[in-house]
């Protein structure tokens, strides 16, 4: 029977390359802001992620207003403050030093929020797994940053951000989930390692200690508890 | 400065058609199963998604056994029906004619877990944001997903699920999540659009309607509770 073929060769290529490449950024964003056919592209590539009965519940607020990226640079430095007060001794030291945002840096901010109890998709999909809704909001962000990452255009996700605060800020009513705060912009390289392995917060896994054949491996919780 | 540059024509052309060409596989799975060589690239494609603190939470289950995925069958017929009886009129016709999984037609099955309270990457940016966790597992899927459009392999993301029913038929503990659970092989073609639309279940939102700028759209949440 005939079989669906894969990509050419480059194009082949590109998607492993941008998988492999990919970095979560905080630093080194410059401060020409991106154009509105690439930011264009960017957002086109995030709204065309899989979706739960194609409810497409990804709402994207796009911030490069300095005063509200100030207001959100405010709420991560008390977040920060907060989680800082959870680590002791050299740990403690080691957070400290760590780059975790580029909010004021990179021209543009991107939140993407989700309705989990929107009506579109009616509801296919979300009775036995109704987190699927923010699940999908998920993919749209993966798919924003393989394409950023082709285009030169380095991303990094916040997550050290107090929900509620941000949810004043930027006006998101209360049964909106705040699914991702994104900084967006270019920058002057991307790291050849993730900058957690860099600066010797943790280390990578290899792939065959979170691979299992036909049922779950018992080992994988014992190592999960392991304070490395 | 110097700026980073972004892929060459035909790097860049894959990433976008990957995004572009990407469809929730639920027929048409072809029966020859995927060599280990290719399943590596996939998992390792998998295994390179971003996650909170790299932690990387996320654990794969790879069910090739004709009779596990028989059980997970079993699991879906009964979840289907469930969610069928939601379901009246016009709209039950239109959900029971849909066809929503490809467990036994697709070779390999391929079930995500994550375990969120995984002391890997030492909590960073988990108190504010503890679902990143889960959030990271799902970019997971994403990657592998991508990847797998780019080989010309299919991948189904089955919800209809019983997460009770599914803990237990793969041994998966109570702490641990489950986050997706995929169908993935060949498959005679894609579809060139997705198949939910194809059907007339629901209908794409054009991006100008999830776009807006420096603050929530209130007009989004109105729009939300409309039933279509």
């Known amino acids: 029977m005939a079989r669906a073929g894969r990509f ?11 998988i492999r490449e990919r970095r979560d950024v905080r630093s080194g964003f410059l401060p020409e802001p991106l154009s509105e056919e690439v930011l264009g592209r960017l957002m086109d590539a995030a709204h065309r992620a899989p979706s739960v009965g194609l409810m497409q519940p990804w709402r994207f607020i796009l911030i490069r207003a300095v005063e509200i990226r100030k207001a959100v640079h405010d709420i ?8 800082l007060d959870i680590y002791e ?11 975790l945002e580029g909010i004021l840096e990179a021209p543009q901010n991107l939140c993407i929020v989700c309705n989990p109890e ?3 998709g009616h509801r296919l999909g979300r ?16 798919n924003l940053w393989l394409a950023a990452r082709a285009e030169g255009i380095g991303v990094g996700w916040v997550s050290i951000l107090d929900k509620k605060a941000l949810h004043e800020v930027l006006h998101i009513p209360e049964n909106i989930a705040l699914v991702a705060y994104l900084c967006l912009g270019y920058v002057d390289h991307f790291a050849a ?9 943790e280390r990578r896994i290899p792939l065959d200690q979170v691979l299992a054949f036909e049922r779950y491996d018992p080992r994988w919780r014992a190592r999960d508890e392991k304070k490395v």
Chains 1, 2 share one sequence.
Request: with cysteine; net charge positive; charged share 30%.
């Open 76 to 83: 991560f430095l008390r977040s920060n403050q907060a989680a």
């Open 127 to 142: 009775l036995s797994m109704p987190e699927t809704a923010l699940y999908s909001a998920v993919c749209a962000v993966q």
């Open 193 to 201: 390692e993730p900058d957690l392995e860099r600066a010797g917060w």
């Open 89 to 99: 001794g050299d740990r403690r030291k080691k957070y400290a030093s760590l780059r």
């Open 8 to 18: 050419p060769r480059g194009e082949l290529q590109g998607v492993y390359r941008a």
């Open 118 to 120: 929107c009506e579109r």
